[in-house]
Antibody, heavy 123, light 107 residues
């Protein structure tokens, strides 16, 4: 059974780069047809899609964050990663990684989620 | 960007009551609408995909309907364990978006 686990610093200083990694276990990140996604949720608020990557390396980002986001994949480690630059307090949130089927360009439903990791932006 | 508007924002319900949550899209999205349940301090869990398709392991009291711009999540005979926030999500076009959520409280 595929599981996802986020990891990375829980505290990032303003203007620095937030870096998180999602490790896929129980299956290969390269098997099947999936997009591997990042989603975030500020405390007490709703969900915001950050972006996704296909195992070919093809990416799509939310236009609201596109200038600051990079998502990459390392198939040898069965991991994909998020970098968000020039962070501010507004980027404080729980960050989730999730799997979504790629049957078409919009993707399917997010069927597997990591447990989430809290990232606070503060000096 | 497609905006999803959920209603109500909050609902307080007694056990065994029926709960109806609606999600309205700012433009037609066909049936590319999915529903999630999020309990406190947990990650979201997929309940219904493509408007009405059931998910293995999800209790049968959860059902979905709708197409185009108007969608409904129904919880028949609410149980105490159903206290949670519920979100809709559209995958019709990028960027994918989520509704603002509906919090269901048990009276």
């Amino acid at each position: 059974q595929v599981q996802l686990q986020e990891s990375g610093p829980g505290l990032v200083k303003p203007s620095q780069t937030l870096s998180l990694t999602c490790t896929v276990s129980g299956g290969s990140i390269s098997s099947g047809s999936y997009y591997w996604s990042w989603i975030r949720q500020p405390a007490g608020k709703g969900l915001e899609w950050i972006g996704r990557i296909y195992t070919s390396g093809s990416t799509n980002y939310n236009p609201s964050l596109k200038s600051r986001v990079t998502i990459s994949v390392d198939t040898s480690k069965n991991q994909f990663s998020l970098k968000l630059s020039s962070v501010t307090a507004a980027d404080t949130a729980v960050y989730y990684c999730a799997r979504v089927g790629s049957s078409w360009v919009g993707g399917d439903a997010f069927d597997i989620w990591g447990q989430g990791t809290m990232v606070t932006v503060s000096s | 960007e497609i905006v999803l508007t959920q209603s109500p924002d909050f609902q307080s319900v007694t056990p065994k009551e029926k709960v109806t949550i609606t999600c309205r899209a700012s433009q037609s999205i066909g049936s590319s609408l999915h529903w999630y349940q999020q309990k406190p301090d947990q990650s979201p869990k997929l309940l219904i995909k493509y408007a009405s398709q059931s998910i293995s392991g999800v209790p049968s009291r959860f059902s979905g309907s709708g197409s185009g711009t108007d969608f409904t999540l129904t919880i028949n005979s609410l149980e105490a364990e159903d206290a949670a926030a519920y979100y809709c999500h559209q995958s019709s076009s990028l960027p994918v978006t989520f509704g603002g959520g509906t919090k269901v409280e048990i009276k």
